[in-house]
Nanobody, 123 residues
Framework: QVQLVESGGGLVQAGGSLRLSCAAS????????MGWFRQPPGKEREFVAT????????YYADSVKGRFTISRDNTKNMGNLQMNSLKPEDTAVYYC????????????????WGQGTQVTVSS
């Protein structure tokens, strides 16, 4: 069993930055890949980024590529999502998730989910 808790969301102006964190507990952190997803108001959950178990491989949605950076620290059981140059369309509830596979852009391949953290970007 894995427990995930996101933090770091908030309200920011367009062009600003936020750093989301995902604290993991339970099973050994390095045994699973991690992903970040988001759900904008009135829309379905969408893929943001994923990182492999060791952190050596990352993959991003086109909409965030070059602005967001996913990372992890296996010694601290922590995953992070650095978000720069934020846009109003980045407004959403952001979720971290754990995958026992290699990491995926598909939410149904993730076994564990956090409760989400709200990110609001004002124009």
């Amino acid at each position: 069993q894995v427990q995930l808790v996101e933090s770091g969301g908030g309200l920011v102006q367009a062009g600003g930055s936020l750093r989301l964190s995902c604290a993991a507990s339970g099973r050994t952190f390095s045994t699973y890949a991690m992903g970040w997803f988001r759900q904008p108001p009135g829309k379905e959950r969408e893929f943001v980024a994923t990182i492999s178990r060791t952190g050596g491989r990352t993959y991003y949605a086109d909409s965030v590529k070059g602005r967001f950076t996913i990372s992890r620290d296996n010694t601290k059981n922590m995953g992070n999502l650095q978000m720069n140059s934020l846009k109003p369309e980045d407004t959403a509830v952001y979720y971290c998730a754990a995958d026992y596979g290699l990491g995926s852009r598909y939410p149904n391949e993730y076994t564990y989910w956090g409760q989400g953290t709200q990110v609001t970007v004002s124009s």
